[in-house]
């Protein structure tokens, strides 16, 4: 039988390492030991964007990019998104396991128990300027609610975590609602505890005069499953901002706010902004031709297509392009959806999409249900931050399990040798535009 091993040889001194293998992986820190001289630090890796660098151990969602499976604690995204709610699976994902039926009416209650927000929270978004991007909101006043718990310092105690863990699941919808409803100048709608986690979201965010907000069933099952869709996905950017933040022992607020701020870009969770923005401006589909030659000259790229790990379908994708014609049956059909068709269908045949494996990620056809359910693009990202939090405190408990050392990545030096101090008025203008250069400031 083969041996897990990986053998080295270093060219530069002929020694020989044989470094385990375990689960596809080296260990960097094996590395160390390859040095020239015993004053030596050793050989490190070099991953500037982690991209082939496993940064932890984790058992919460598998993902295979060649044959696009995405899975949580095992069970497929299909069958979750087809069969369950979204609160099953934060709680599925956050606790390891599907709820007995007991163990999910208690976990929905204690959700419930939480959905209201301090008054003072109420007098903190209403400071926010009236054109403040709701996720700007969201990140400012989750980082804020730290200092309404400081018991969740108290990260090595259980309950507390549990109880950080139901007020950042319960609340964030409730914070989100008084963000969308700050911009237009709409008072805050109170919890309706009566209603489903997605239902009582809807009701926050539309309720007007009507002394009970009934949510469309479809609306909000369609909601349901995006959030689903998005509740987590292993060690992605929000999710390494969030490991590595409370690596430091950070509050989970904290923590949260800081996964949520990485997830505010668009290269992130604002690209289903950015792919209703791209149709809205290709207009009609005889339109697309010019877009795809732009695209290929490199002058930009095709919004909601590619991925880091998917070179294949993303499969939340394939629902999601599912649930948008449940959608359109209640909403009306969001003409920009043919677009979106054609726009897919003459990518998926070119060359230059397929050589590179580009094929459209979970982001082409959210924003077109968002949009075509009401939501402002200013608030998608915030839809998304709403669906991940289960994913994020949920990456932060096991990291917080694992016992794992502070983050601390190492750098590849390539600046100045040491050299003296030159006093100012002995210093030229020459070495000034050699720093402009360098893109230091
Ligand atoms: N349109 C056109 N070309 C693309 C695209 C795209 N959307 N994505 C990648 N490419 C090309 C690149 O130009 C590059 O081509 P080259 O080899 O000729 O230089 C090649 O494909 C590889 O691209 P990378 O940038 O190396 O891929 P990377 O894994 O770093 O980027 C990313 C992944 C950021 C998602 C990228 O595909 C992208 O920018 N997509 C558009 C934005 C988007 O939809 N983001 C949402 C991601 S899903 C999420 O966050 C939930």
Redesign the pocket.
Known sequence: MPRETLTVIDNRTGREYELPIDHKTIRAQDLAQIRLSPEDSGLASFDP?L?NTATCQSRIAYIDGEKGILRYRGYPIEELAERSSYLEVAYLIVKGELPSTTHFAMWRHNIKMHTIVHENVKRFVEGFRYDAHPMGILVGTVGALSTFYPDAKDIHDIESRRVQTRRLISKLPTIAAMAYRHSRGLSYVLPDNDLSYTGNFLSMLFKMTELKYRPDPILERALDVLFILHAD?EQ??STTAARVVGSSHADPYSVVAAAAAALSG????G?NE??VHMLREIGSVDRIPDLIKQ?KG?DR????????VYKNYDPRARIIKQVAYEVFEVTGRNPIIDVALELERIALQDE??VE?R?YP????YSGIIYEAMGFPLAMFPVL?AIARTSGWVAQWAEMLANDERIARPKQMYLGEEERSYVPLDQRDDAGQLETEIRGAY
Do not use: E, K, S, W
């Open positions: 964007a991209a996905h992605n950017c668009p290269r992130h969770g690209a950015d792919v695209v490199g790229r095709l919004m909601g297509f590619g991925h880091r230059y999409f590179r580009l990620n979970v982001d082409f998304f």
